[in-house]
C-alpha cells in the first residue's frame, strides 16, 4: 500500500485547509486511517482516525470541534477538514494506515500503523 497525502499550504489563523490521503496498491477496507502530524522540535502526535468498517472517527482534543476526517470509498481516500485553523497546528501532516479496526487507545499508537505517507506542510502564520 502507497500512502500520497496531499493539500497542504500556508494560510492564516481562522482559515481552513482540507487535506486528503489517497491509497494506492489496496483498499482501506477493513482496516483504519490516520492522520498524524510533527511540529518543529516535538514529537509526531495523532490528530484523527477513521475505521473503514463503520466510520467510527476518533480525535485528539485539540483538534476537537475544529477537523472532521471522512472517507471516500469510491476513491480509496480519506480526508481532513481543518477549520479555525491556529497557529500550533502548524506541523507535517502524515496519514498513516493499517489493516487493524483501531479501538480505544490503539489509535494513538504509531507502531501499529503499517503504512505512512510523505507528509505534507501545513503552517498557519497568526
Known amino acids: 500500500v502507497q500512502l500520497q497525502a496531499s493539500g497542504g499550504g500556508l494560510v492564516q489563523a481562522g482559515d481552513s485547509l482540507r487535506l486528503s490521503c489517497a491509497a494506492s496498491?489496496?483498499?482501506?477496507?477493513?482496516?483504519?486511517v490516520g492522520w498524524f502530524r510533527q511540529a518543529p522540535g516535538k514529537e509526531r502526535e495523532f490528530v484523527s482516525g477513521?475505521?473503514?468498517?463503520?466510520?467510527?472517527?476518533r480525535y485528539a482534543d485539540s483538534v476537537k470541534g475544529r477537523f472532521t476526517i471522512s472517507r471516500d470509498n469510491a476513491k480509496n481516500t480519506v480526508g481532513l477538514q481543518m477549520n479555525s485553523l491556529k497557529p500550533e497546528d502548524t506541523a507535517v501532516y502524515y496519514c498513516?494506515?493499517?489493516?487493524?479496526?483501531?479501538?480505544?487507545?490503539?489509535?494513538?499508537?504509531?507502531?501499529?500503523?503499517?503504512?505512512w505517507g510523505q507528509g505534507t506542510q501545513v503552517t498557519v502564520s497568526s
Open positions: 498513516a494506515a493499517t489493516f487493524r479496526g483501531m479501538i480505544y487507545s490503539s489509535w494513538f499508537q504509531e507502531r501499529l500503523y503499517s503504512y
Open positions: 477513521i475505521r473503514w468498517s463503520d466510520s467510527n472517527t
Open positions: 496498491g489496496r483498499t482501506f477496507s477493513g482496516g483504519s
